[in-house]
């Protein structure tokens, strides 16, 4: 299963094996977080990774992609970030908090498109 997860994506796993935390302990779940992520946001890239405990994701738009100009006119440049440092946190809850940034910022860039024309 980790072979799948690391071929729909980036995963990069940090050394935890210290303190205890297994990094794909929510197997089942950041598989759902992925389809979920691939629905809502085509053409998107994205990473996940947990290291000293805590699961980090982020996403960005594929340069080639049309929702990469949207977002550029409006001087976004990077990619949308989170970190999940509740003890209980997981990977794929990280995925889903910088899904939702992502689509909230492309909905209001589009309702303020929608508004000026």
């Not at 899904?99 to 303020?112: F, G, V």
């Amino acid at each position: 299963m980790e072979e799948a997860l690391i071929a729909m994506g980036t995963v990069s796993v940090g050394p935890d094996a210290a303190d205890g935390i297994d990094a794909f302990n929510d197997l089942g779940d950041i598989a759902a977080a992925l389809a979920e992520f691939k629905v809502n946001l085509p053409g998107w890239g994205y990473v996940f990774s947990t290291r000293y405990g805590e699961r980090h994701a982020f996403c960005y738009p594929d340069i080639f992609g049309t929702d990469t100009d949207m977002l550029d006119s409006y001087g976004f440049n990077d990619a949308f970030r989170f970190s999940d440092i509740h003890p209980n946190g997981t990977c794929a809850r990280a995925l889903r908090v910088v899904m939702k940034q992502a689509l909230l910022a492309i909905e209001i860039i589009r309702s303020d498109v929608a508004k000026a024309a």
